[in-house]
């Protein structure tokens, strides 16, 4: 069987999977409670000067009946005593010596209140802190959480501060609420941060009340922006990740990463570790179905990881991140088509219509193998789409649209098309006038009519 152990920048875990910091993690009977279900780690819920919590703090975000497709928050940082947190962290560490017990932590920016806090974080037996850069809301305006992750000057000199004064891994929290997020991750590692963790929440409104046309979440008649996290925004910590993952001097300094965002299954935690990942880290998912859900995220991944023949995360760190390219190095001459497999079709032409109005008008409903007119169809005949391949672009989106898993394919097919990138049609810029000449003449060589 794989070998689940984790070693993130230095702090060990019986898995890779930790709570992020966040209302799970808040105080020591959840964080036990966390630990007795098998978490590997936990990033407790950031601590640090006083607050006052608002009420509605949460508003959900549902999509076609499922319920907190993701959770929009108004939320600060703990609003607990600092000492009774600290207290709670120590015991909860003599308690579970093998797991990562890690501190996050967000002061005001001077160099005093950052070195009192790592001494007070490194006095309960951590085994790391991460600074939360992250927070877009509240924080931000008394110049804390994202207003320090947008600037990845200040970046740099809070984790220096910071680095300088502990003697545990440091781990850096990177706000998503940038342009480019690289900038921000380069300014951790030039600062001396140990690791970097991404992403924290992104700007939001989740919704208005239509008949009280009030903001949600709505705190007594206002409301505003807050955090996004949950399923919805996988994609964007992936890209985020990606990006940081595959830059060259950010790479460089070998820091790991911890990738949060969407994590609710072990698939989503096998895509994080595939595009650089070391660790994974569970908010949402955690807030909507409980601790019990570390039971199927470790056996997924330890089947897949045996599946794979890996014999350790460690493996499979990275592996897609090769993969990554720029559009201007795709290669332009690969062609697929859509192929539909009429023994599983059940006629419901999702496909036709999506091709005819949303793409490009290559698939044709056809009775008897012949191709009809959608016009003339007659009451209580069940057409059959085709797809003309000579004509499709291979956009994929029929396939997207089938209700059928596996139904529509999207085929590659062989093309006398001589290989080619955007890079190579805008490279010579004295043999033509202009990019757009030299796509027209590509195309007109190699008959490619987009109608
Ligand atoms: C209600 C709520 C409160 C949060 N509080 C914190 C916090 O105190 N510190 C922090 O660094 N991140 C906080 N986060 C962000 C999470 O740690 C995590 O980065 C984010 O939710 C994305 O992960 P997910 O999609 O698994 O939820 C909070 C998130 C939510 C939903
Ligand atoms: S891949 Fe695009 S163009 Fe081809 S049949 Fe499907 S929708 Fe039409
Ligand atoms: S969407 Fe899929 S199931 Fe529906 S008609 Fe097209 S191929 Fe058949």
Not at 73 to 85: C, G, K, M
Not at 151 to 176: D, F, H, N, Q, R
Not at 252 to 257: A, D, K, S, T, V
């Amino acid at each position: 069987m794989a070998d689940l152990s984790s070693s993130f920048a230095g702090i060990t875990s019986p898995n890779p999977f930790w709570l992020a910091s966040a209302p799970p993690t808040n105080s020591a009977y959840q964080v036990n409670k966390a630990f007795e279900y098998g978490w590997g780690g936990a990033v407790w819920k950031t601590i640090g000067a006083p607050v006052l919590n608002a009420c509605n703090r949460y508003g959900g975000f549902e999509h076609g009946g499922h319920k907190l497709v993701a959770i929009n928050n108004v939320e600060l940082i703990s609003d607990r005593p600092l000492d009774a947190n600290l207290r709670e962290i120590t015991e909860v560490k003599a308690l579970w010596p093998d797991r990562a017990v890690i501190v996050s932590a967000m002061v005001e920016s001077s160099p005093e209140a950052w070195r009192d806090i790592v001494r007070r974080i490194e006095d309960t037996g951590a085994d790391g802190i991460e600074l939360n850069y992250g927070c877009p809301h509240g924080m931000s305006e008394r110049g804390m959480g994202s207003a320090v992750g947008q600037v990845p000057e200040y970046c740099t000199m809070i984790t220096g501060w910071v680095a300088e004064a502990a003697s545990i891994p440091v781990i850096v929290k990177l706000t998503p609420n940038v342009t480019d997020i690289v900038p921000p991750a380069r300014a951790a590692l030039a600062g001396g941060a140990d690791a970097v963790s991404l992403i924290n929440t992104i700007n939001s409104i989740v919704g208005v009340d239509l008949d009280t046309f009030e903001i949600r979440p709505n705190v007594g008649g206002k409301g505003g922006h807050g955090g996004f996290a949950g399923p919805a925004v996988r994609p964007i910590a992936l890209h985020m990740l990606s990006a940081v993952a595959s830059d060259p001097t950010f790479a460089e300094g070998g820091l790991p990463i911890s990738g949060i965002g969407g994590v609710q299954t072990w698939r989503d935690a096998a895509e994080f570790l595939l595009l650089g990942a070391s660790n994974v880290q569970v908010c949402t998912a955690v807030m909507h179905y409980g601790f019990r859900i570390i039971e199927d995220l470790v056996d997924g991944l330890s089947n897949w990881l045996d599946a794979k023949g890996a014999s350790a995360v460690r493996d499979i760190v990275g592996v897609s991140v090769p993969r990554i390219s720029p559009f201007g190095d795709f290669d332009l001459s690969f062609k697929s088509v859509a192929r539909i497999d009429e023994t599983s079709c059940i006629q419901c032409n999702l496909c036709y219509v999506a091709c005819d109005e949303g793409a490009h008008q290559c698939i044709d409903l056809t009775v008897d193998g012949a191709r009809i007119d959608p016009a003339t169809l007659a009451d209580g005949v069940t057409p059959q789409p085709k797809v003309r391949e000579g004509d499709c672009v291979g956009c994929d989106l029929c396939s997207l649209v089938c209700p059928v898993d596996g139904c529509i394919t999207m085929v590659s097919v062989a093309t006398d098309r001589p290989k080619v990138t955007w890079n190579d049609l805008v490279r010579d810029r004295s043999e033509v006038t202009t990019d757009w000449d030299a796509m027209l003449a590509y195309r007109e060589e190699n008959g490619i009519d987009i109608h």
